[in-house]
């Protein structure tokens, strides 16, 4: 619906290069009323889709201009009409199973749907109906109102959203690109049901309409039964909106606002022409080479080499009349400054005509790719069709945008670089953190938030460091790469068990000592292993420091493995193995590992087997410590009431005469595609019933690890969709959700259900509902909010003490992410968008990869 940030080239909205297979040119038609019907048929799969574009948006609202009623009419379009009361076209749609969505622009507004091949006459209707016969029920149009209202002040809180918004009313001070989509709150309040009547009646007219249909059909009789639906619709009188001329731009402009954000974020932004220029071409070449991907050249620049950015992108819009080109990033305030230097000199290297062959044919082979990718759904097809109609006025400007940009030239791009991306053209938006300010009499002092410092030591060893005085209290982590993936064959439980052991004695100190030196200074130390990794943490007050920092380096450099502790030890990881299995969830979590995959480490438990921790020698412990737990591999995190060079010549003291190496690269075993769906039962002498489905996932490194966290919360947890619908409407769980298996390899995504033996088909039955809702229609925005909001708390939950969030640090910057990835989860968490949760779901939640384990009570016969 509702969207302020452009971030893509026009290339990706409306290019092709080339048909599918199985694919018809497009033809255009004007029926009687003036509706302009696209039709092409593709019969790759028996889908059709359906869209209808209204010429009109935010910039042609007249009289209401900066209300948002083009996008309140769109909210309210579906909600009934004079044959479908409240709610019957989302049944209706939803019993037909197609998928129906809607958006309002800056020109235009929007309606789509993708339906079964046999169901796109029912598709027809309910558009043909809804576009023509809306009624505009008085309390839905509150309820989506006080939506609005609430979307309204959401953006006010996205910084990213609240940037764009600035920027493009800043940047135009007579043409109505300078409003908000979504109005402005005083003037949409004021909307009434007869303004929403009014509206519709002047601009919801065939003669200012698109239909195009893509899909599996049969042109003649789509033609005849578009005709027999929307003829009824009445051609009328359109008075042309008047759309003031934005006068030349003469100086730069800049605004610089402070708000409650962790980060500094800015926008440049710069006036260019309109889609009919030629210009188009080389300003989106342009705008791949300076920003579209982590190989252009100010990505390489400001956030590889210089690493002054967390991201940075450039973009071009040229709509039907002039856009704008722009440059967005991410970063510290502290870095601003340098940041626009580093922006202007790449700037002023494409005026000069500083291009190399490889970035020109870069762009090229991009353009290409996305004009294929574009071609891959009937609904994207139809939308590229559907807009090359309306912006250009040419069904198959697609294949003319290619060509153009092809015949794009280094000098073309030198031109246009001096031409519009200069001072006098430039609309710049700078958003930084709010600083805290301490007051102490009789002056007013400046406290800076503290920042993590990071140093690196000649053995590789990388130190982070944050000083937070605000307790006397320091935690620190040591971790290193290992655990479960770094096992190997027959080898499992090594890991685990060796975190246990380095606690367990040292040249130095017994297990006693190390505990009772600890625990009578109220501080504590401990170790852990995992699937990827291992280390060992302490926490301490200040004045303990030594003694932490003593204790910490002794385990993890001089550990003894004394035989009896490591009996011990190995005793308890039998009996925590058995204890597993008692538990119907673990032991349906160990089953599924072992069905989902056949050879790779992530098939085994993190404990080992009983058989594998048995055949366990001391030896294998010391080999597994030599070979990870050495400078190479290791990021130390030293969080608290601590100066950063004292704890860097602290460290240095102690671990700078120990040799580090690298580790290997992971000699994985090959692992089988699945082919298709499994099923597993067991049976336990147990009163419930345990469900689980699982689907390959994704690696820590993926950037849709973020998608993936926003469809959980809107899956699982009280109040979400499988809690509302599973436990609460239909009584088929005990507990449900979801949950990831993630690490530095693939691992997986699985849904859970706890229900009784004879609601298994039901309960099973309900989770494969709800994946197909979540791969099948986009999630609400009320529900991608509350997810969002949730996830952003959880996290300063989960980031509140230094521990935590020196423990979170270190694994970023351990796995590649670097320790940073933990300040910018909020702007990954808010960069999710509905469509990447569509996107994820169908990529990852395919039937034919499921593994589904069934761990269910005994059938006792009597």
Same mark, same amino acid.
């Given at each position: 619906m509702y969207y302020l940030r452009i971030i893509l080239l026009f290339l990706t909205i409306s290019v092709s290069f080339s048909q599918p297979i199985h694919a018809g040119e497009p033809e255009r038609f004007v029926l009687d009323n003036g509706l302009v019907v696209v039709l092409k048929e593709v019969h790759t799969a028996p889908l059709v889709a359906l869209q209808l574009w209204v010429k009109t948006g935010s910039i042609h609202e007249g009289e209401y201009m900066g209300s948002g009623i083009s996008h309140l009419v769109e909210h309210m379009l579906f909600k009934g009409t004079k044959r479908r009361g409240v709610g019957d076209i989302g049944r209706q749609m939803s019993a037909a199973g197609g998928d129906m969505g809607g958006y309002t622009s800056m020109d235009r507004t929007v309606y789509h749907m993708v339906m079964p091949a046999d169901k796109a006459e029912i598709g027809l209707d309910i558009l043909a109906d809804a576009a023509m016969n809306s009624t505009f029920d008085e309390v839905e149009m509150k309820k989506e109102k006080d939506v609005i209202l609430r979307e309204m002040d959401m953006c006010k809180d996205d910084p990213d959203k609240y940037l764009s918004r600035k920027i493009w009313q800043e940047a135009f001070s007579h043409h109505p690109y300078q409003h908000p989509i979504i109005g402005y709150k005083e003037l949409f309040s004021q909307l009434t049901k007869d303004d929403l009547l009014k509206y519709h009646q002047r601009f919801y007219v065939p003669n200012d309409m698109i239909l195009s249909v893509v899909g599996d059909f049969n042109k003649s009789r789509m033609l005849a039964n578009i005709k027999q639906y929307f003829n009824d619709g009445k051609r009328n009188s359109i008075s042309p909106v008047y759309i003031p001329q934005e006068p030349m731009q003469i100086g730069k402009k800049k605004f610089e606002e402070e708000k409650d954000i962790k980060v500094a974020y800015l926008e440049m932004a710069f006036h260019i022409p309109d889609i009919r220029s030629r210009d188009l071409y080389p300003l989106d070449v342009m705008a791949i080479i300076l920003g579209h991907g982590k190989s252009s050249i100010l990505y390489q620049d400001l956030r590889e080499r210089e690493s002054i950015v967390y991201s940075i992108d450039a973009w071009s819009y040229t709509p039907q009349y002039p856009g704008l080109f722009g440059i967005n990033a991410a970063l510290e305030p502290e870095n601003l400054q340098k940041a626009q230097k580093t922006i202007w000199k790449n700037i002023k290297k494409l005026a000069q005509g500083d291009i190399t062959d490889e970035e020109l044919e870069k762009a090229r082979q991009m353009v290409i790719a996305s004009s294929i990718f574009s071609q891959e759904t009937v609904e994207s097809q139809a939308a590229d069709i559907a807009s090359n109609e309306y912006v250009c006025g040419n069904i198959n400007f697609n294949k003319d945008y290619v060509k153009g940009v092809g015949l794009v030239t280094k000098d073309d791009i030198k031109r246009v670089a001096k031409q519009y991306l200069c001072e006098d053209n430039l609309t710049i938006g700078i958003l930084k953190p709010k600083v805290k300010e301490k007051v102490i009499s009789p002056s007013i002092q400046v406290k800076v938030e503290p920042k993590i410092q990071k140093f690196v030591m000649d053995n590789g060893l990388v130190l982070l460091?944050?000083?937070?005085?605000?307790?006397?209290?320091?935690? @620190?982590?040591?971790?290193?790469?290992g655990g479960v993936l770094f096992e190997e064959k027959g080898k499992e439980g090594v890991c685990n068990l060796l975190q246990k052991m380095m606690l367990k004695g040292t040249k130095n100190h017994t297990a006693k000592q190390i505990a009772e030196a600890i625990e009578s200074r109220g501080g504590a130390i401990s170790s852990y292993g995992g699937n990827n990794s291992l280390g060992c943490s302490v926490k301490v007050l200040k004045e303990d420091l030594d003694l932490g920092f003593s204790l910490l380096s002794d385990v993890l450099l001089n550990p003894s493995f004394p035989v009896d502790e490591m009996e011990k030890e190995r005793r308890a990881v039998f009996a925590a193995i058995k204890s597993q299995d008692d538990d119907p969830f673990s032991y349906a979590v160990r089953i599924l590992r072992e069905n989902m995959w056949q050879n790779h480490p992530y098939r085994h438990n993190s404990l080992g087997t009983q058989e594998s921790v048995r055949e366990l020698t001391r030896n294998d412990l010391i080999a597994f410590h030599q070979g990870f737990c050495q400078p190479g591999n290791m990021v130390l995190a030293v969080f608290g009431d601590v100066k950063a060079q004292e704890i860097r010549q602290r460290v240095e003291g102690i671990w700078m005469?120990?040799?580090? %190496?690298?580790?290997? %690269? @992971?000699?994985?075993?090959?692992?089988?595609?699945?082919?298709?769906?499994?099923?597993?039962?067991?049976?336990?002498?147990?009163?419930?019933?345990?469900?689980?489905?699982?689907?390959?996932? *994704?690696? *820590?490194?993926?950037?849709?690890?973020?998608?993936?966290?926003?469809?959980?919360?809107?899956?699982?947890?009280?109040?979400?969709?499988?809690?509302?619908?599973?436990?609460d409407k239909y009584g088929l769980a005990y507990y449900v959700g979801v949950f990831s298996i993630l690490g530095l390899s693939p691992g997986a995504y699985v849904f859970y259900i706890g229900t009784s033996r004879d609601k298994v088909d039901a309960a099973l039955e309900g989770i494969k509902k709800e994946i197909g809702m *979540?791969?099948?229609?986009?999630?609400?925005?009320?529900e991608l909010s509350r997810a969002k909001t949730f996830l952003i708390g959880e996290h300063l939950q989960a980031q509140e003490t230094n521990s935590a969030h020196g423990f979170d640090c270190a694994l970023n910057e351990l796995y590649g992410l670097g320790y940073e990835e933990v300040e910018r989860f909020r702007i990954r968490i808010n960069s999710v968008t509905k469509d990447d949760i569509k996107r994820v779901a169908n990529k990852y939640l395919q039937d034919n990869k499921c593994t589904v384990i069934i761990v269910r009570p005994e059938d006792k016969k009597f």
């Open positions: 460091v944050f000083e937070d005085d605000s307790l006397p209290i320091v935690s @620190i982590h040591a971790v290193f790469k005469g120990i040799k580090g %190496q690298n580790l290997s %690269q @992971i000699n994985l075993p090959d692992e089988p595609e699945q082919k298709g769906a499994k099923q597993v039962i067991q049976e336990k002498d147990k009163e419930q019933t345990i469900i689980l489905l699982g689907f390959p996932g *994704i690696g *820590i490194m993926d950037p849709d690890k973020y998608v993936f966290d926003v469809m959980s919360s809107i899956l699982s947890g009280n109040g979400s969709r499988l809690f509302v619908n599973l436990r *979540i791969r099948n229609e986009a999630v609400s925005d009320e």
